[in-house]
């Protein structure tokens, strides 16, 4: 027989992780502004005697977002022996306290003078023009459903509850943290350093 406690867990589960996500956005998104930005695409392609490489990075209001990488589930697959498929998403605490979810598709390529490339969406595919400028063959040019597939988006506590394990945000915020631990002294050196020089020059 089924109790009424068992019926609740559920339930109390699914609380339970939303108040946890809520308190990790509230907690830890003011260390997002001291970390890297969220890259949306990028293009690369070598030839004979040329190379092309573009990044395209998440913005808004025309300034480079700032984020700490929460989940990586980006990863790769082969087609044959020179060439497979790039997919996957990553999630990521914005410095305003967001979970940011990008998916991105794309394709690599180990024939020189064809492009590897990967995009999260229309506005994250510029270059596409650069396929024909490098020399590329028509057999490696991507169709505009892959190059424009993808997406970026918000998300709230409850979809990321649902869509990944908490045991494996906590690590990797876990992780993630201890890296930009080492990162902040030399930043805070040269800051300092900064500081020093501008103070002479005001004297």
Not at 74 to 89: C, I
Request: proline share 2%; hydrophobic share 35%; aromatic share 10%.
């Amino acid at each position: 027989m089924t109790t009424s406690t068992e019926l609740l867990k559920p339930a109390i589960t699914t609380a339970f992780e939303l108040y946890v996500y809520a308190a990790i956005r509230e907690r830890f998104a003011q260390y997002a502004k001291h970390n890297g930005h969220i890259k949306i695409a990028d293009y690369a392609v070598t030839g004979t005697n040329y190379s092309v490489h573009r990044e395209v990075w998440h913005e808004i209001g025309g300034r480079k977002l700032k984020a700490l990488l929460i989940v990586d589930g980006f990863d790769s697959a082969r087609l044959d022996q020179n060439r497979g498929t790039r997919s996957g998403t990553r999630l990521y605490l914005t410095e305003f306290g967001e979970w940011l979810q990008i998916t991105r598709t794309g394709a690599w390529t180990e024939w020189q003078g064809a492009a590897n490339y990967w995009g999260c969406g229309v506005s994250a595919a510029p270059y596409a023009d650069e396929y024909a400028d490098a020399g590329c063959e028509d057999e490696y040019m991507p169709d505009s459903e892959r190059q424009l597939g993808g997406g970026v988006e918000i998300v709230s506590d409850h979809q990321v509850s649902e869509r990944y394990e908490l045991a494996t945000i906590l690590g990797q915020l876990g992780a993630g943290m201890a890296e930009l631990i080492k990162k902040l002294p030399a930043r805070y050196n040269k800051l300092k350093a900064r500081a020093e020089l501008a103070a002479q020059y005001c004297r």
